[in-house]
């Protein structure tokens, strides 16, 4: 479970700092952080970007190492605050999936697999999850989506 919310967490990061990138804001742990140290994590994650996310996970934290106590602090900060909503996630993930038809529980155990594959970049998950989404039913599909938009 540790390993998943550490997996969860990078990806997470990845994703708001990719996010971001089009609205010039920073993750949360690097707000108020010299511009420098700002770039520099963005060549980290450009340059890890395609990697499986035990590599960028590792990546991550080295570079965070290397950082001042200030953004070690928020990054701590951060991660305790993204483990919590791992947990709230994960709660509303169990109350959805006993919902769940047959068929959409099927698909949600392939997709969750996928995403808890830590050999896998985040692209190549987001890929194999959205052609599972693809080769759904149509009434599969938006039982998956209504229960993912809470």
């Known amino acids: 479970m540790v390993k998943l919310i550490s997996t969860i967490l990078i990806a997470i990061i990845a994703v708001v700092y990719i996010s971001a990138q089009g609205?010039?804001?920073?993750?949360?742990?690097?707000?108020?952080?010299?511009?420098?140290?700002?770039?520099?994590?963005?060549?980290?994650?450009?340059?890890?970007?395609?990697?499986?996310?035990?590599?960028?996970?590792?990546?991550?934290?080295?570079?965070?190492?290397?950082?001042?106590q200030g953004i070690k602090t928020k990054f701590q900060q951060f991660k305790t605050q993204v483990s919590k909503m791992n947990k709230d996630a994960e709660a509303a993930h169990n109350a959805a999936l006993a919902k769940f038809s047959a068929e959409a529980k099927a698909a949600d155990a392939k997709m969750s697999a996928i995403a808890a594959n830590s050999a896998l970049s985040p692209k190549q998950k987001g890929e194999q999850i959205e052609s599972i989404m693809k080769s759904l039913s149509p009434s599969v599909k938006a039982e998956i989506e209504k229960a993912m938009q809470g």
Not at 43 to 53: D, F, R, T, V, W
Not at 60 to 68: A, F, G, L, M, R
Request: zero cysteines; aromatic letters at 6%; proline letters at 11%.
């Open 23 to 68: 609205g010039n804001e920073l993750p949360p742990f690097l707000v108020g952080a010299p511009q420098p140290v700002a770039a520099s994590f963005e060549a980290l994650i450009a340059a890890n970007a395609h990697k499986p996310e035990t590599e960028i996970d590792k990546a991550v934290e080295d570079w965070i190492s290397k950082q001042d």
